[in-house]
């Protein structure tokens, strides 16, 4: 199944929009998720601080992320880890196909990570033969369906219970259910066959421990501890900036992550790996891909900086009315909704995603929500400027030319007092006739929901002065 890219937003939303099972799907589970995160963080007494200590943590780490991923790599190497350093998402995919080829691995399991899917790891694998199977039933179910994930923590949120009933019929040959519980009591019984025959278990990363080189997993299904620990060989794919500098850390950012992406107190499953298990409790080989893939591009940039904060979490997503409105597919980025819409331009390039920070009303939703203080909209509003400026590095991404007049018009007005208060003088004219009100052309699709405001009778100058308008 080809999916859109982010070049044709406007488009992917449109069709998105039309879609009403898509929509009614979207409300249900993201109203559900603002709901339980409401009541989940409500129990805890100064959630302020928690927000405001996590923020601090992850400001001081990405300040000195060479640092910490330093002391990361040597304390993993001490405890047996081999670590592969990984420039961008070709050079990840050849170290995981080459360790599987040197294995002779070719039945692999996965869990899930978006990192692999940023670097598209199972297509890369898939030109060996040995595409993995993805283990968390949410990442199954859109594997099945040749699909990708629209949300972060949730691959298959655009999908209705029904709809994975038809799929399961048409995949596994199964009697038509729409039953929660049967539909999991299938994938379960086909996936543990998968762990039991798994030679490799690869899975991403959600923080990294500086002073223990340990890794930390979270899930709430119980694949990841099988993916981490049946399979003799285990491959974890790792962002630069999942690096935490001490254990401790992990108290902050285990009552935050949780609560606000699922409103649950605690992931299921924590899984801490330190080493390789050569007893063979666990993976006799452990793998960490230390992945770059355009963060430290970001990390040097003090303003932007604060994107590589994120915890994936998702719930900037559940909280956006755009992404309530038109789902993840639509933005055709792997990372959706408002941290997708500051994070994929700066991975992969104004020229190809110029058009996501725009894909935002600037509501502050996801400012509210975040668990690591990230300020979305002011990065938002960083990006469009840099897309309508242009910079050495990216080219400028030029708007209508409608609206590019617009502008010039604007500016020409504000450029000294006089045009100003001439320009004000004719609007007061303008706004009388009839067809400004009803604002013909482009701008019709903004006033049929909106209320053009009125201008006021007298200025504030003109107030202020004790003049006449
Ligand atoms: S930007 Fe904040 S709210 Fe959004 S996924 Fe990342 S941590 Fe969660």
Redesign the pocket.
Known sequence: MTLPGPETFAANARAALRDSTLTGALRRATDTFAERRAGAIGQVPDWEGLRTRAAAIKAHTLARLDHYLEEFVANAERSGVVVHWAEDAAEACAIVRRLAGERGARRLVKSKSMATEEIHLNAALAQDGAEPVETDLGEWIIQLAGETPSH?IVPAIHKTKEAIGELFVDKLGIAKSSEPAVLAEHARTRLRAHFAAADMGISGVNFGVAATGTILILENEGNARMTTTLPRVHVAVMGIEKVIPRFADLEVFLKLLPR??TGQHLTTYQSLLTGPDPEGQGPRELHVVLLDNGRSRIAVDATMRQTL?????????NACPVYQSIGGHAYGSVYP???GAILTPQLAGMHSAGTLPFASSLCGA?KD????K?D?PSLLLELRQRAVEGTAAQPRTRGSFVERLAWKAWAFCMRGPRRYRVAMALARFCEKLPFVRRLAGPMRAWASTRELPTLAKRSFRSTWRGGAS
């Not at 904060?309 to 997503?317: T, V, W």
């Not at 929500?369 to 690591?372: A, Y």
């Open positions: 972060i606000s992406g904060a994120c915890i994936r979490c998702g719930a900037c997503l909704g408002p941290i996801c929500v975040c668990p690591v990230i979305i």
